[in-house]
Nanobody, 121 residues
Framework: QVQLVESGGRLVQAGGSLKLSCAAS????????MGWFRQAPGKEREFVAR??????????YYADSVKGRFTISRDNAKNTVYLQMNSLKPEDTAVYYC????????????WGQGTQVTVSS
């Protein structure tokens, strides 16, 4: 079983950038597809981005709302996944969660506790 801890969330002005990190422990990250999700107040949790295990497997996918602004990456040696967020908008305000799916599945069984991102206008 893998444990996930997000960090890097904070208050940022619109147009700014932020990089979130998700550190894994308990299992090697290379066994999992990793995803970022977010939940804004009063809204359901939504998918943001995901990255497969290996670089040769056409491995990243983004929600339309963040495509071109956010970049997901992973460092399996550091057991860490990142979400680089640029050109932030107030509507990006949410709690951001990382999650792990076994292998190349899109069923995310393991979740972190979340980190708050607030974008001021």
């Amino acid at each position: 079983q893998v444990q996930l801890v997000e960090s890097g969330g904070r208050l940022v002005q619109a147009g700014g950038s932020l990089k979130l990190s998700c550190a894994a422990s308990g299992r090697t990250l290379s066994s999992y597809t990793m995803g970022w999700f977010r939940q804004a107040p009063g809204k359901e949790r939504e998918f943001v981005a995901r990255i497969r295990r290996f670089s040769w497997s056409a491995n990243t996918y983004y929600a339309d709302s963040v495509k071109g602004r956010f970049t997901i990456s992973r460092d399996n040696a550091k057991n860490t996944v990142y979400l680089q967020m640029n050109s932030l908008k107030p509507e990006d305000t949410a709690v951001y969660y990382c999650a792990a799916a076994v292998g190349d599945s899109d069923v995310y069984n393991y979740w972190g506790q979340g980190t708050q991102v607030t974008v001021s206008s």
